[in-house]
């Protein structure tokens, strides 16, 4: 929901980097794919000239957004991918064969990266602090580790205290462009729900992209009354809606694409319980929390969070479920 800061972003993947570096065979065996992917690029029409041709399979994993959108762009004006050749099960063609080796190929990459044992999925969570999804912010995706403190992950993770990580999803399906599987800004961590259960393999219809887009700044919780003539007297669930106002064609597409307003009515209970510490919770009484916090050594947490039980801080956002619902309804 909150675009991912460039500093976090630029820390996460230089840790990457020296994963992809250091991890033995990762590199060659990128090499090693190198020539077939030209010559799938040559069989499904590009142009010798294209930038494309320049690109070495060893520096697919770091590309940046921008070099990444341009290699979708311009494949997806071949008639290999207009067609949906690439969805063909039985189909015969030389190229045909040259994406199914190249997907097998990627996918074994993937898995060296993402598996259990490696621990690169579990340190690149870490590294980009999010705690909650950044497609929806409805649910926790967190790097479960037996270790209690979460700062000294990146010296104590091995392939005896990993628990359980949530996915990444491919903002461009690996299933359509293979060659992206492990590229750093193609991978983002997502809860289940959004990651499989809603996007799959869609790609008509593609989301916003965290590294690159910020869905707090172009779209706005707020509550809708049922009843105009007592516009604020929300006591039950049935007196108010939860709506999304965005006037971008992209963040709609993003909202259809993750039934964000659907989802979000199921959460009616969380906004009553705002409402009401609205009511409770006055100017002097927040005061008197605030001095009680002065009281109790190093305690630095916001007397808001304290009320309200969630960030109201936009730069917070992914750190917890439900926080860009809260703060959009705190700032009205």
């Known amino acids: 929901m909150k675009k991912i800061p460039k500093q976090t972003a630029d820390l ?6 020296k994963f992809i570096s250091e991890k033995s065979g990762i ?3 990128l090499q090693n794919n190198d020539e077939i992917i030209k010559e799938f690029f040559t069989n499904i029409g590009i142009n010798k000239q294209s930038s494309l041709f320049k690109l070495k399979a060893e520096n697919l994993p770091f590309l940046n957004c921008e070099e990444i959108k341009n290699i979708v762009k311009e494949l997806e004006e071949t008639e290999f991918y207009k067609d949906k050749t690439y969805k063909e099960k039985t ?4 190229e045909k064969k040259q994406f199914d080796e190249i997907k097998k190929n990627f996918s074994d990459l993937y898995d060296i990266l993402t598996k259990k044992e490696s621990g690169c999925g579990y340190e690149l969570l870490i590294d980009l602090k999010l705690r909650a999804c950044p497609y929806c912010n409805l649910n926790y995706i967190d790097a479960v580790i037996t270790e209690d403190d979460r700062n000294s992950t990146k010296k104590t993770i091995n392939s005896n205290n990993k628990v359980l990580r949530h996915h990444f999803d491919h903002y461009f399906p690996k299933s359509k462009f293979p060659f992206l599987g492990i590229s ?6 997502s ?3 959004c990651n499989s259960a809603l996007k799959g393999d869609d790609t008509d219809r593609i989301p916003l992209n965290p590294y690159a887009q910020d869905f707090d700044s172009m779209a706005k919780f707020y509550i809708q009354p049922a009843n105009i003539e007592h516009p604020m007297s929300f006591s039950k669930e049935t007196d108010f809606e939860i709506k999304l106002d965005y006037k971008v064609d992209i963040v709609k597409q993003h909202c ?4 964000l307003q659907e989802r ?3 959460r009616k209970d969380y906004v009553l319980e705002l409402l009401t510490k609205k009511k409770i919770y006055t100017d002097e009484f927040k005061e008197e929390i605030y001095r009680q916090l002065l009281n109790i050594p190093n305690m630095q947490i916001d007397v808001n969070l304290i009320i309200l039980g969630n960030y109201v801080n936009s730069e917070q956002i992914n750190l917890r479920p439900l926080a860009k619902l809260t703060k959009d309804l705190f700032e009205n």
């Open 12 to 17: 996460a993947f230089n840790n990457f980097k």
């Open 27 to 29: 590199k060659t065996k």
């Open 91 to 94: 189909a015969e063609t030389q």
């Open 184 to 189: 750093f800004y193609n991978l983002i961590p």
């Open 191 to 193: 809860c289940y729900e």
């Open 256 to 259: 259809e694409l993750f039934a």
């Open 264 to 266: 979000y009515k199921y």
